[in-house]
T-cell receptor, first 114, second 114 residues
């Protein structure tokens, strides 16, 4: 059973460009969340999708947007990249929406903005 | 969500039991306590979750005193592979209508020494 898979694993972009990161949730999971983790910090919540809708959003600007597809996979889009957007971007999925069961994380996408 | 305080770092020798304490003085009545483990360049991995008293699984134990203002993650007989960052999370991650958010602090960096 494949866990949460993210692509690409590494990415280098130039300031001002746009980037799209992809996530496939663990089999049987229908809720996907995205987190940003800067070096030496804990992951910070960006937003969460369920039933193809954004259900909750953290303190991130509108440059960060997302989408969830009918097969539960998700994309994170970041426009007008800044140097400060360099981070590890993590995707997490869950299977039981009405509970506090744990989230499963992918290995992340390391984004470097130059 | 309740603020948590945990040591920035800890060192331990192989084979020893490691206890990491997390303070959460303003924990709410319906808050759960959850611990995640993260290796470098990987996503966090769920270790254990509890509400009160003691919880044990195949990986760790979680001790929660009656006032729930702190909790202790206990790792029995650590090995070099337990070197990682350990995060204590407090709160009700699920807030209804499919919404789910995890709030991470900076975590405790555990270094296991041969």
């Amino acid at each position: 059973d494949a866990g949460v898979t993210q692509s690409p694993t590494h990415l280098i972009k130039t300031r001002g460009q746009q980037v799209t990161l992809r996530c496939s949730p663990k089999s049987g999971h229908d809720t996907v969340s995205w987190y940003q983790q800067a070096l030496g910090q804990g992951p910070q919540f960006i937003f969460q999708y369920y039933e193809e809708e954004e259900r909750q959003r953290g303190n991130f600007p509108d440059r960060f947007s997302g989408h969830q597809f009918p097969n539960y996979s998700s994309e994170l889009n970041v426009n007008a990249l800044l140097l400060g957007d360099s981070a590890l971007y993590l995707c997490a999925s869950r299977g039981e929406v009405d509970s506090n069961t744990e989230a499963f994380f992918g290995q992340g996408t390391r984004l470097t903005v130059v | 969500l309740a603020k948590t305080t945990q040591p920035i770092s800890m060192d331990s020798y192989e084979g020893q039991e490691v206890n990491i304490t997390c303070s959460h003085n303003n924990i709410a009545t319906n808050d759960y306590i959850t611990w995640y483990q993260q290796f470098p360049s990987q996503g966090p991995r769920f270790i254990i979750q509890g509400y009160k008293t003691k919880v044990t699984n195949e990986v760790a134990s979680l001790f929660i005193p009656a006032d729930r203002k702190s909790s202790t993650l206990s790792l029995p007989r650590v090995s070099l592979s337990d070197t990682a960052v350990y995060y204590c999370l407090v709160g009700v991650a699920y807030s209804g209508a499919g919404s789910y958010q995890l709030t991470f602090g900076k975590g405790t960096k555990l270094s296991v020494i041969p």
